[in-house]
């Protein structure tokens, strides 16, 4: 257990934080899966536009540091190389 007012308060923060990244993450998590649900319906029409509104998400979750940028690059890039070979 913390003893010191500053290992007190680094514990406080470090909560908060583990917090938000993890509804940060799940974010992420339920934007990609929103992609993949539409790719399997067979609908181009409609993962193109899920896909065109989760880029944002992905992105922002990666300016964030909450995942690496090359992580977010590589789950674009293969989610559109799905939605390409769908037509």
């Known amino acids: 257990m913390a003893n010191t007012a500053q290992a007190k308060k680094r514990v406080r923060q470090t909560v908060k ?22 790719i399997a319906t067979g609908d181009k029409g409609l993962a193109e536009a899920t896909f065109r509104k989760s880029v944002s998400t992905i992105d922002s979750i990666a300016d ?4 690496h940028k090359n ?17």
Do not use: Q, V, Y
Not at 64 to 67: R, T, V
Not at 73 to 83: E, N, P, V
């Open 17 to 38: 934080r583990r917090e938000r990244n993890f509804g940060l993450r799940s974010r992420l998590r339920t934007a990609i899966k929103g992609i993949r649900k539409a």
């Open 64 to 67: 964030k540091g909450i995942i």
């Open 71 to 87: 992580k977010a690059s590589r789950h674009k890039s293969r989610l559109s190389s799905a939605i390409k070979a769908m037509g």
